[in-house]
């Protein structure tokens, strides 16, 4: 079964509105989540990396206050698209797990496909 | 700057042959390398992991190798079926994960 949940998987609304992801470790405790993005037909880029209990680490390029990260528990990390526009529209996904020098794997959510129109 | 290139961008085959996915990267100090599936609009998963002391793993059908001195990883997929047609992606790295922009294989019944 997952061991990374996201939610909502689809979100369609109008320019302008604030969007809220929940990405969520099942079975384990992740200190550190990484928030990807996907253009159709693209590879995934790193966002950034959100830290719980501290401010996230955002990629270059990446606007902190567009993407609001919070990782108040050891289990949900949130990823808020703030006043939304229509360049936002793209597929999101989160993962946890893996650690350097180990043989876990990365574990990634379903991702979020956002729509804004 | 750590870049992944993966060929060819698309494969198509038919049902029962054996192929092989090709992944390079720029940077060999690397500490991981995963192999992902990926389904349209769904999100990733987890094939292999090889570790950067390993040279290869093996999952039922699939191999992956991994030739750092190189900078090269190939995934090898054995009597392919309709089933396997999806989106194949290798990333590199621990946790942060550079990702190649995979190959997008069709497996023809």
């Known amino acids: 079964g997952a061991v990374v949940s996201q939610h909502p998987s689809r979100v369609i609304c109008k320019s302008g509105t604030s969007v809220k992801i929940e990405c969520r470790s099942l079975d384990f405790q992740a200190t550190t989540m990484f928030w990807y993005r996907q253009f159709p037909k693209k590879s995934l880029m790193l966002m950034a990396t959100?830290?719980?209990?501290?401010?996230?680490?955002?990629e270059q390029g990446v606007e902190k206050d567009k993407f609001l990260i919070n990782h108040a528990s050891l289990t949900l990390s949130t990823l808020t698209v703030t006043s939304a526009h229509p360049e936002d529209s793209s597929f999101y996904i989160c993962s946890a797990g893996g650690e350097p020098y180990s043989n876990q794997p990365q574990h990634f959510g379903d991702g979020t496909r956002l729509s804004i129109l | 700057k750590q870049e992944v290139t993966q060929i060819p961008a698309a494969l198509s085959v038919p049902e029962g042959e054996n192929l092989v996915l090709n992944c390079s990267f720029t940077?060999?100090?690397?500490?991981?390398l995963q192999w992902f599936r990926q389904d349209p609009g769904k999100g990733l998963t987890s094939l292999l992991l090889?570790?950067?002391?390993?040279r290869e793993q093996t999952s039922g059908r699939l191999n992956a190798s991994l030739d750092k001195s190189s900078g090269r990883s190939t995934l090898y997929i054995a009597a392919s079926q309709p089933g396997d047609s999806a989106t194949y992606l290798c990333a590199v790295g621990a946790q942060k994960l550079v990702f190649g922009q995979g190959t997008r294989l069709t497996i023809n019944p």
């Open positions: 940077d060999s100090a690397i500490y991981n």
């Open positions: 090889i570790q950067s002391s390993q």
């Open positions: 959100s830290n719980e209990g501290s401010k996230a680490t955002y």
